[in-house]
């Protein structure tokens, strides 16, 4: 069945950086896009990146343009998301799934929690 383990969360200073990971499987990693969402406390689930296979086009939220990166090793079945410049903002679980802009699958795995925080 269909499975997504993120990974890489944790507590960080404003300003500093974290590399979230997500091994998916339980399909065709390598002719999926994928992309990265976030759900802060009682808000809903947004989108803040994607990139489609092999990797020609690639979208992020305003909120994240230039200071997240994603990208994907189809070697690993996994997708990575780079963060930089973190903002207390940027304080949510953050969850993978399969599709561009929209995810393809109901489920979600466990999600990582990044908090940003002094």
């Known amino acids: 069945q269909v499975q997504f383990v993120e990974s890489g969360g944790g507590l960080v200073q404003p300003g500093g950086s974290l590399r979230l990971s997500c091994v998916a499987s339980?399909?065709?990693?390598?002719?999926?896009?994928m992309s990265w969402y976030r759900q802060a406390a009682g808000k809903e689930r947004e989108l803040v990146a994607g990139i489609t296979s092999p990797g020609g086009f690639i979208t992020y939220a305003d909120s994240v343009k230039g200071r997240f990166s994603i990208s994907r090793d189809a070697a690993k079945n996994t997708v990575y998301l780079q963060m930089r410049s973190l903002k207390p903002e940027d304080t949510a679980v953050y969850y993978c799934?399969?599709?561009?802009?929209?995810?393809?699958?109901?489920?979600w795995g466990q999600g990582t929690q990044v908090t940003v925080s002094s």
């Open positions: 799934n399969a599709g561009y802009r929209n995810p393809r699958y109901n489920y």
């Open positions: 339980g399909f065709t990693f390598s002719s999926n896009a």
